[in-house]
């Protein structure tokens, strides 16, 4: 039970970390060009992986919308640069939080934004058929 509790507050740590160091830390123009969140951190039970789960938000710039392509092509640049500065990250993470391996840093998207909006689409459409 005792250790479920230490993953769990290693990965708010983690997460704390990586989302600080992506605000002012971090200056590759992948990451700075768009708006990415940390929207959690799982650890394994062996503390010897973290993964990260981040979001990309669409460019709203000048009122044009992105296409699928665009957004899977963003989010692929953001990837790569999430990946190479994984050995930063994880030297600041190393520094400030005390522990004896620090955990390789893995970058996945969270797809539940993507996934939440899909699902009230739907819902909007089936209210508009029984509308009518």
């Not at 990415?36 to 709203?60: K, L």
């Not at 190393?94 to 840093?105: D, N, T, Y």
Request: glycine share 8%; hydrophobic share 30%; proline share 2%.
């Amino acid at each position: 039970m005792a250790k479920g509790f230490r993953k769990d507050r290693l990965g708010s740590e983690i997460k704390r970390i990586v989302s600080s160091m992506l605000l002012f830390d971090i200056k590759d123009p992948r990451i700075t060009s768009r708006l990415v969140s940390v929207t959690d951190c799982e650890v394994t039970s062996d503390g010897s992986y973290a993964t990260c789960y981040v979001t990309v938000m669409p460019s709203s710039g000048e009122g044009k919308k992105e296409t699928e392509e665009e957004r899977e092509e963003s989010k692929k640049e953001v990837l790569a640069g999430l990946n190479s500065a994984s050995g930063l990250m994880r030297k600041k993470i190393g520094s400030e939080i005390k522990i004896r391996r620090v955990p390789e840093l893995i970058f996945k998207f969270d797809e539940s934004m993507d996934y939440g909006a899909h699902i009230e689409e739907v819902i909007k459409g089936l209210k508009e058929n029984e509308e009518q």
